[in-house]
């Protein structure tokens, strides 16, 4: 199982192997040798595919980091507001939340912003970066990942790309204050 748990293969086999050993981990291992009246049970339905919580990022033209998040960092060309959540680490050794307890001790002083230059890859024109791969450590990334946060950001990168598009300009080359207050009209508000 340990084998299992720690690996990570991004290949159609290595998801496909990943799969199958998943239904028979839950069926078997976990249920029927574990749990007293579930030895004749069966497994009906489960997800499509292995949920991988971290893969790859980008490289951006900023990399949000841990503290930007911890003192709840305001970057003055934010897209992305009210971003509040704590470190959700795992245990890269096994099962289970971070060995630290970190997340126990999280204050945060209020939310947090995702600038502009978190969506914007460094070597590639023509595309915007939105959700879990922007450019971010690792532990910043157990902050951003959340579904409520990731909806904020296709939000703003809706509003970023029609303004590209409309001003024929590449995301950095836009007024900043422009795209505020865009995000404002739809009370976005840092």
Request: hydrophobic fraction near 35%; include cysteine; glycine fraction near 6%.
């Amino acid at each position: 199982m340990g084998a299992y748990l720690n690996s990570c293969n991004l290949r159609i086999v290595g998801m496909t192997n990943h799969t199958h050993n998943k239904y028979k981990t839950v069926m078997e291992m976990m249920l029927r040798r574990h749990v007293p009246g579930y030895e004749g049970c069966y497994l009906i339905d489960s997800a499509d595919v292995i949920g991988v919580r971290e893969t790859r990022r980008f490289e951006a033209n900023y990399q949000l980091n841990e503290q930007d998040i911890a003192q709840a960092r305001t970057f003055e060309d934010w897209v992305v507001t009210k971003s509040n959540f704590f470190f959700d680490l795992h245990n890269v050794e096994g099962a289970g939340l971070d060995a630290n307890g970190e997340y126990k001790a999280f204050k945060q002083p209020k939310p947090y912003t995702i600038p502009l230059r978190c969506f914007v890859p460094k070597t590639v024109e023509g595309i915007l970066l939105n959700g879990r791969n922007i450019s971010g450590t690792h532990k910043a990334h157990s902050s951003y990942r959340v579904m409520p946060i990731v909806m904020n950001m296709g939000h703003a990168m809706g509003i970023v790309a029609a303004m590209c598009v409309a001003q024929n300009k590449k995301p950095l080359e836009l007024d900043i204050h422009e795209v505020q207050d865009e995000l404002r009209k739809t009370n976005v508000e840092p």
